[in-house]
């Protein structure tokens, strides 16, 4: 084992600290990472704040972070996918037991036995749970480490292994392309990658925000259209138009507003998760034969794709880089959806804070 500095939260109560976590020496198949750049997923506040205590409660100390990038600074004897010196990313997973008919379909997502990024039993001993990427450095199995496609500012592609998957699958899934029309719901970390990403496949895209400063950005990030979701009149109009809405929100809203503008048998996607059960009416999905799902990430394999496809269009996050030191008022920020568009952890400042 070594030691390595972290930010934490003791309790759900607590703002980030310096701390210092232990991490694993690497074993025959893991890759030792130093992390450069972290992205501020809603999720990790969701999680050390332990809003999602029913689903998936918090243990403290909690270190978040699943939008790591870095530089490969050890492997082990048997690695042969990535070696020293190689720009590398981990996301939300960082193991998984790769036997099950989900890991070998390429779904560890979906593995029953999936050790998440952070706050997964640590099955090394290493810790009482595993530890996110607010930190100096990780080490994981080489078959959850993405390669990165040269030419990517770096801090930009930190947030594609949350914000970036967790929209692409979703969108491929449902045949997003030319000739959709296609929502975005909740301009944020995920619904501004969900833009780029929608716009890339080809498809018409049209961003609902409650926010009216956001609309030209919206535009800018490759909306055709963007809609003022508190504006009933904005909304009427396009009632019963939409393909596919993707919906990013992270608090309670009204999804019978949404569900009224998809088409006949139009579909739904929630990957937004607030903490709180949504109300649902029967009739927003009896009226039109209309469907309501759910996506989770996305597996490895799927995630190489994003990176390979972002790369290829030239998609990156749009960040602001803060200093780890910042974290606690970047919390406070994303609370009140006061981020343009992610914030991504320059982690220079930890090694040298
Ligand atoms: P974020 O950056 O905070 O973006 C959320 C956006 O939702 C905000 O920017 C805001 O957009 C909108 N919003 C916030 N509060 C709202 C409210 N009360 N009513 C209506 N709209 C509101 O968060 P994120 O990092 O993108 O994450 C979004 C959600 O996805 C979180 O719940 C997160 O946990 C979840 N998530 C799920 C997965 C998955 O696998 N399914 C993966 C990652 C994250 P406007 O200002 O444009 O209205
Ligand atoms: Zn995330």
Same mark, same amino acid.
């Given at each position: 084992?070594?030691?390595?500095?972290?930010?934490?939260?003791?309790?759900?109560?607590? /703002?980030?600290?310096?701390?210092?976590?232990?991490?694993?020496? /690497?074993? #025959?198949?893991?890759?030792?990472?130093?992390?450069?750049?972290?992205?501020?997923? $809603?999720?990790?506040? $969701?999680?050390?704040?332990?809003?999602?205590?029913?689903?998936? #409660?918090?243990?403290?100390?909690?270190? /978040?972070?699943?939008?790591?990038?870095?530089?490969?600074?050890?492997?082990? #004897?048997?690695?042969?996918?990535?070696?020293?010196?190689?720009?590398?990313?981990?996301?939300?997973?960082?193991?998984?037991?790769?036997?099950?008919?989900?890991?070998?379909?390429?779904?560890?997502?979906?593995?029953?036995?999936?050790?998440?990024?952070?706050?997964?039993?640590?099955?090394?001993?290493?810790?009482?749970?595993?530890?996110?990427?607010?930190?100096?450095?990780?080490?994981? $199995?080489?078959?959850?480490?993405?390669?990165?496609?040269?030419?990517?500012?770096?801090?930009?592609?930190?947030?594609?292994?949350?914000?970036?998957?967790?929209?692409?699958? #979703?969108?491929?899934?449902?045949?997003?392309?030319?000739?959709?029309?296609?929502?975005?719901?909740?301009?944020?970390?995920?619904?501004?990658?969900?833009?780029?990403?929608?716009?890339?496949?080809?498809?018409?895209?049209?961003?609902?925000?409650?926010? /009216?400063?956001?609309?030209?950005?919206?535009?800018?990030?490759?909306?055709?259209?963007?809609?003022?979701?508190?504006?009933?009149?904005?909304?009427?109009?396009?009632?019963?138009?939409?393909?596919?809405?993707?919906?990013?929100?992270?608090?309670?809203?009204?999804?019978?507003?949404?569900?009224?503008?998809?088409?006949?048998?139009?579909?739904?996607?929630?990957?937004?998760?607030?903490?709180?059960?949504?109300?649902?009416?029967?009739?927003?999905?009896?009226?039109?034969?209309?469907?309501?799902?759910?996506?989770?990430?996305?597996?490895?394999?799927?995630?190489?794709?994003?990176?390979?496809?972002?790369?290829?269009?030239?998609?990156?996050?749009?960040?602001?880089?803060?200093?780890?030191?910042?974290?606690?008022?970047?919390?406070?920020?994303?609370?009140?959806?006061?981020?343009?568009?992610?914030?991504?952890?320059?982690?220079?400042?930890?090694?040298?804070?």
């Amino acid at each position: 084992m070594f030691a390595s500095k972290a930010f934490a939260a003791a309790s759900a109560t607590s /703002p980030l600290a310096l701390d210092t976590i232990n991490r694993r020496e /690497p074993g #025959p198949h893991d890759v030792q990472i130093d992390i450069l750049f972290c992205g501020i997923c $809603h999720s990790d506040m $969701h999680f050390v704040r332990n809003e999602w205590s029913d689903v998936f #409660p918090a243990t403290y100390p909690a270190v /978040p972070g699943h939008e790591i990038l870095g530089r490969v600074a050890r492997i082990g #004897p048997e690695v042969t996918k990535h070696k020293v010196g190689d720009i590398v990313a981990v996301g939300c997973l960082v193991g998984s037991d790769m036997t099950c008919p989900a890991c070998q379909a390429g779904l560890e997502n979906f593995c029953a036995n999936a050790t998440m990024t952070f706050g997964s039993v640590d099955s090394f001993g290493t810790a009482p749970t595993t530890y996110g990427g607010y930190s100096e450095t990780i080490v994981v $199995h080489e078959h959850f480490v993405l390669r990165v496609p040269p030419g990517l500012d770096l801090a930009g592609t930190a947030p594609l292994l949350c914000a970036g998957i967790t929209t692409y699958s #979703p969108l491929r899934r449902f045949g997003v392309g030319p000739g959709r029309k296609v929502g975005i719901v909740g301009l944020g970390g995920l619904g501004h990658m969900g833009t780029k990403i929608a716009r890339a496949l080809g498809a018409h895209v049209v961003v609902f925000t409650t926010t /009216p400063a956001k609309a030209d950005d919206a535009r800018r990030l490759g909306a055709d259209e963007v809609v003022i979701s508190r504006d009933a009149n904005q909304m009427r109009a396009h009632a019963g138009t939409f393909d596919f809405i993707l919906d990013t929100v992270s608090a309670d809203h009204d999804l019978n507003q949404y569900m009224a503008l998809l088409r006949l048998q139009g579909n739904l996607t929630l990957v937004g998760a607030p903490p709180r059960p949504l109300a649902l009416s029967a009739f927003s999905l009896i009226f039109g034969n209309r469907n309501l799902s759910g996506s989770n990430i996305g597996g490895i394999p799927q995630t190489q794709e994003m990176l390979d496809f972002c790369a290829a269009h030239a998609i990156t996050a749009d960040v602001e880089v803060i200093a780890i030191q910042q974290v606690n008022e970047a919390y406070d920020r994303l609370l009140r959806s006061d981020v343009r568009y992610r914030f991504c952890i320059d982690m220079a400042s930890l090694r040298n804070g």
